[in-house]
């Protein structure tokens, strides 16, 4: 994949929907449009009155954006629960890239399981999350996180070479290790640092490994530490070369997140 042709937006009129259209609007330059797929899920019988409200918003929206105006965004609205609709549309239009906005959580419990982090773990496909809080200058630094396993399918980074690509970011890579543990590179660490310089290109800046004993909040720190703009992981639940695992920390980050984070699958 050269280029991301087609964007899935679940859209429900919220503050967090818009911010996921924003960003997929603001992807748009004079020579690249993507086709912007809306997907709205909904339990009322005035579907006609749900549509105008929703048009109206998109078109709204659009104007915003200069590269945008002139584009047609298909609107798709199902009488179905949103997740299950996502994934089947999804499958069915081939579409590269899930953005979905996320009001997110402050409450620490796993047991929490919001419609975001459900989507990133069951999507076969790269999911875009983006929290309310989300700063409007740009994506300048990304984080992406690997543990220590190989990576599993290297074709994933497409997509994030892509988002490096136009908004002409740095990506760092980060290894979080426990206090206890012994580390630097690997023989799983150099082939992994191999195939990020070759799909990562230029945009690739370093690997740098950080001491922590709770994952979730090291890369958090190194977030707010480095000025990251964006986090990008690979979830292992859907793992093929290795054995798969539950998304844990998928689940936490999705929940968690107040930057970008950008799920490769």
Known sequence: MNTIEKILIPFD??????????????LFSIDYK???VIIHSYNSSNRDKIVIQLESKI?????E????KASTIELVIKPDFLIDTILVEQQEREADLIIMGTKGCDIDDESIFSNTSELVLEADCPVLVI?????????????LVLG???????SVLMTLLILARHFK??????????KDDSYGYTAADQKNENTVEYYLENFYSQHVFRESDDVEQGIFDFV???????????PYNHAKRHEPSEGRLTKLLALHTQVPLLTLD
């Open 59 to 63: 078109e709204k929206i659009k104007s």
């Open 13 to 26: 009129l919220s503050t967090t929907s818009e911010y996921a259209l924003r960003f997929a609007l603001s």
């Open 34 to 36: 993507p086709d912007i």
């Open 131 to 143: 929290p309310e809080t989300i700063l409007k200058d740009g994506i300048h630094k990304i984080a």
């Open 224 to 234: 707010a530490n480095n000025k990251i703009d964006m986090v990008t992981i690979l």
């Open 169 to 178: 970011a740095k990506v760092y890579v980060l290894t979080i290790v426990n």
């Open 148 to 154: 220590k396993e190989e990576i599993d399918d290297p």
């Open 65 to 68: 954006f200069q590269y945008a």
